[in-house]
């Protein structure tokens, strides 16, 4: 039997257990909210689009999140505390828990936190977790620290940086008092595409290696931030960068540099640093994979001694040695530091310093004076930031700069870029020889002549030359062979003399022809590509027969057909136009665009076994294109896409057009027909919300069903705006008695 007296002692050892795990604040919880609650409305007065310091969806000040444990599990928990953070790993540190937010329960799994960072980590089971996180960490919140690691972490979200979303809560362990704690999500596949970047992976530094002699410098290790090895090709990126800034010792860093790391980014993330103050930052490595770069990982920015043999610091240094690195960063410095040019705002700006510099006293944890002026040129920092970002495209900070310095400066790259070119293209012959292939190198072109060419292995083009397929040629390739070039493709074909690239064995899928990084755009006509499939190189992914990634195209009059892998055409993070092609016979999406805008005009999708165009996080115009019979949807929206579908016509397929996942779809004058579903609007993804249709002059004929639209979706048909009514939630149009309408099921 339990007796008082124990179900005390458990109580007592429950609370001490939390206050040791959760490092309580060392003033009142309530007077701390209530400082922080009147903080967030002077911000709001003052400046109607300052960040939320806010968790969730709640416009409480704070959201409040409640754990459930065994009390005897978190009594068991703190003596298996791991001894430090590698340990976290270790499937005997973890135990059961439960977290209620947003009045949902969600299934986890909770691990103490010790050293500086005591607190717990979380991680979620199954499909049903908060705002589509896979794990957290939640530690006390370290008063005007933890505020202004927020606000660096937004600023370097909107400089477009890859960095953690992270905020406050009040949390409550078995219904103890709420305390303040602060949040920041795990690195997951998850939380990069919540920041619109592609499943790469990130990786972490976790100690410092003292090398040979005590002067010989310091080098950083990193190792991947979710503990699983990662793939060969990026861990070889990361010990890349290592040896060239050790290498580089006090000369210029190699123009190898530019082909492992984003230096846009680079240079970026250290002037956001100088920007807001910081002295140190604590920078990780995220290893893009449509990119094949590596970019810095905007964990935290410290104000703290700067460690000067630290890698970040040291890569900077190195690259600003070049005159043309130099004038980005300082002008990437001047775009965040500029004062605002709108008065309200910078008006804004002083009485909001003005504010935060009287909340509380020096004694008080949550406002000393000196801390929280600082979060004034914080938010100037965001805004900064923000405008800066606005300008450029996302996946691209910058624009190239403009280069400076000397005329010997300028004498001395222009020689090496053409030393680099010289080498290359003596390289690139003896290749050519070797394989026996008959090619030309001609400048900075490797030309394909007209008749057959059989590609018998992987042939990588460099960047110093672009590869050009001339009309009549036709490439036989091996099975698994690919050709990837780091230039535009040039592969203009004519009707009388078409451009073939086809499969050597018709039961063995080819590769991919891959453009990558390419500075200039590409462009194809009269091409035929058929029975290739997917291909990786260095890290890089290419998930199509024809892929471009982090490069733009048009292409016209040519077709893509019989593709073997998840995509026949791929464009990752690029510009495209797309002009009377055919995508047909593919084994999975004819079509796939994410991170991309452009248009499909007079195309053809057909026979495919998967979608026929699908979008990810793009703004695509589809105009009088045909789609008939498609193994699920015809047109696939979602992550956030736009896509306007004009005179068009959606035969025969699963879905004929879905949107989903906080996407938008506009559709004017166009057929669907003989469909299970002419269009569907539902949420798919718990990282993202729901879909919205609008349509316009559509003739809905002999579909099972002319709509259904998930609840929290919208849809707008012929003016008539359907809402789910029915027990499920779902709204399921027959087909009505007047073309273009629906009818609601009872």
């Known amino acids: 039997m339990t007796t008082a007296s124990h179900r005390r002692r458990v109580r007592a050892s429950t609370t001490v257990a939390m206050a040791t795990a959760l490092a309580a604040v060392a003033v009142a919880v309530s007077g701390a909210l209530v400082e922080l609650s009147a903080w967030r409305d002077v911000v709001g007065?003052?400046?109607?689009?300052?960040?939320?310091?806010?968790?969730?969806?709640?416009?409480?000040?704070?959201?409040?999140?409640r754990i459930e444990v065994d009390p005897a599990v978190l009594e068991?928990?703190?003596?298996?505390?791991?001894?430090?953070?590698?340990?976290?790993?270790?499937?005997?540190?973890?135990?059961?828990?439960?977290?209620?937010?947003?009045?949902?329960?969600?299934?986890?799994?909770?691990?103490?936190?010790?050293?500086?960072?005591?607190?717990?980590r979380i991680r979620f089971d199954g499909k049903k977790r908060p705002d589509g996180m896979r794990g957290i960490e939640l530690v006390a919140a370290p008063a005007t620290a933890g505020l202004r690691t927020w606000f660096e972490r937004e600023a370097a979200r909107n400089a477009g940086l890859v960095a953690p979303p992270s905020g406050f809560a009040r949390l409550a362990v078995n219904g103890a008092v709420p305390e303040l704690v602060a949040w920041a999500e795990e690195p997951s596949d998850a939380m990069l595409q919540r920041l619109g970047f592609a499943a790469g992976e990130i990786f972490l530094p976790v100690a410092h290696e003292r090398r040979g002699a005590p002067d010989a410098g310091v080098r950083a290790r990193f190792e991947p931030a979710r503990?699983?090895?990662?793939?060969?090709?990026?861990?070889?990126?990361?010990?890349?960068?290592?040896?060239?800034?050790?290498?580089?010792?006090?000369?210029?860093?190699?123009?190898?540099?530019?082909?492992?790391?984003?230096?846009?980014?680079a240079l970026a993330f250290d002037a956001l640093a100088h920007a807001l103050g910081a002295r140190r930052a604590?920078?990780?490595?995220?290893?893009?994979?449509?990119?094949?770069?590596?970019?810095?990982?905007?964990?935290?920015?410290?104000?703290?001694?700067?460690?000067?043999?630290?890698?970040?610091?040291?890569?900077?240094?190195?690259?600003?040695?070049?005159?043309?690195?130099?004038?980005?960063?300082?002008?990437l410095l001047a775009s965040l530091t500029a004062p605002s040019p709108d008065g309200a705002l910078a008006r804004a700006d002083e009485r909001?310093?003005?504010?935060?510099?009287?909340?509380?006293?020096?004694?008080?944890?949550?406002?000393?004076?000196?801390?929280?002026s600082e979060l004034a040129l914080a938010r100037r920092g965001v805004r900064a930031a923000w405008r800066a970002g606005a300008a450029r495209s996302?996946?691209?900070?910058?624009?190239?700069?403009?280069?400076?310095?000397?005329?010997?400066?300028?004498?001395?790259?222009?020689?090496?870029?053409?030393?680099?070119?010289?080498?290359?293209?003596?390289?690139?012959?003896?290749?050519?020889?070797?394989?026996?292939?008959?090619?030309?190198?001609?400048?900075?072109?490797?030309?394909?002549?007209?008749?057959?060419?059989?590609?018998?292995?992987?042939?990588?083009?460099?960047?110093t030359h672009r590869l050009v397929i001339e009309p009549g040629a036709r490439l036989v390739m091996a099975p698994r062979a690919s050709i990837v070039t780091y230039r535009g493709l040039r592969a203009v074909g004519t009707r009388q003399a078409p451009i073939a690239i086809v499969a050597a064995d018709a039961q063995r899928a080819w590769g991919t022809i891959g453009v990558v990084r390419a500075p200039e755009s590409s462009e194809l006509a009269y091409v035929t590509v058929s029975g290739g499939?997917?291909?990786?190189?260095?890290?890089?992914e290419f998930t199509g027969e024809l892929a471009f990634n982090a490069s733009d195209v048009a292409i016209r009059d040519s077709d893509v057909v019989a593709g073997r892998g998840d995509d026949a055409l791929s464009v990752k993070r690029g510009l495209f136009q797309v002009r009377r092609t055919r995508f047909i016979d593919n084994a999975s999406d004819g079509f796939d665009a994410e991170w991309s805008s452009g248009s499909v005009e007079q195309s053809l999708f057909a026979n495919n076994g998967d979608?026929?165009?699908?979008?990810?996080?793009?703004?695509?115009?589809?105009?009088?294109?045909?789609?008939?019979?498609?193994?699920?949807?015809?047109?696939?929206?979602?992550?956030?896409?736009?896509?306007?579908?004009?005179?068009?016509?959606?035969?025969?397929?699963?879905?004929?057009?879905?949107?989903?996942?906080?996407?938008?779809?506009?559709?004017?004058?166009t057929e669907f027909r003989r469909n299970e579903i002419g269009i569907s609007l539902y949420r798919d993804n718990a990282i993202f919300g729901s879909g919205y249709g609008v349509v316009t002059g559509g003739l809905f004929t002999e579909n099972v069903r002319d709509f259904a639209v998930e609840s929290g979706s919208g849809l707008t048909l012929n003016g008539v705006e359907r809402r789910a009514v029915d027990p499920d939630g779902i709204v399921v149009g027959l087909r009505a008695a007047t073309a273009g309408d629906g009818v609601a099921l009872p």
Not at 304 to 312: E, I, K, S, W
Not at 394 to 423: K, V, Y
Not at 626 to 645: N, Y
Request: net charge negative.
């Open 394 to 463: 996302r996946t691209s900070f910058a624009l190239a700069a403009e280069r400076a310095g000397s005329t010997a400066g300028d004498a001395l790259a222009a020689a090496a870029d053409a030393a680099r070119l010289e080498d290359a293209t003596t390289a690139l012959r003896a290749l050519v020889r070797e394989r026996g292939l008959r090619m030309r190198v001609a400048g900075d072109e490797l030309r394909v002549p007209a008749g057959r060419h059989r590609i018998s292995e992987t042939l990588v083009v460099p960047a």
């Open 45 to 65: 007065a003052e400046v109607p689009d300052w960040p939320r310091v806010v968790a969730g969806r709640t416009s409480a000040p704070l959201d409040t999140w």
């Open 227 to 265: 503990g699983a090895r990662a793939p060969r090709a990026q861990e070889r990126a990361i010990d890349r960068l290592v040896a060239l800034v050790e290498q580089a010792g006090d000369g210029p860093l190699p123009r190898e540099i530019e082909e492992i790391v984003d230096v846009d980014r």
């Open 282 to 331: 604590e920078a990780g490595w995220y290893f893009d994979p449509i990119s094949g770069l590596l970019v810095p990982y905007a964990d935290g920015f410290v104000d703290a001694p700067v460690d000067a043999d630290a890698l970040a610091p040291a890569l900077v240094r190195a690259l600003v040695r070049e005159p043309r690195h130099a004038a980005r960063r300082a002008e």
């Open 76 to 120: 068991a928990a703190e003596l298996l505390r791991p001894a430090d953070r590698d340990a976290r790993n270790d499937d005997r540190h973890w135990f059961r828990v439960e977290l209620l937010r947003d009045g949902a329960r969600h299934a986890a799994e909770a691990q103490l936190l010790d050293g500086g960072r005591r607190g717990l």
């Open 352 to 372: 909001l310093g003005a504010v935060l510099a009287r909340v509380g006293t020096e004694a008080d944890w949550w406002a000393r004076p000196s801390r929280m």
């Open 533 to 540: 499939s997917h291909a990786r190189h260095e890290g890089v």
């Open 611 to 669: 979608d026929g165009l699908d979008l990810a996080a793009s703004d695509v115009r589809v105009e009088r294109t045909w789609f008939r019979r498609m193994g699920d949807k015809a047109v696939s929206a979602g992550e956030g896409s736009h896509v306007r579908l004009l005179q068009s016509q959606l035969v025969d397929s699963q879905i004929a057009v879905a949107s989903k996942e906080d996407s938008r779809v506009e559709v004017r004058g």
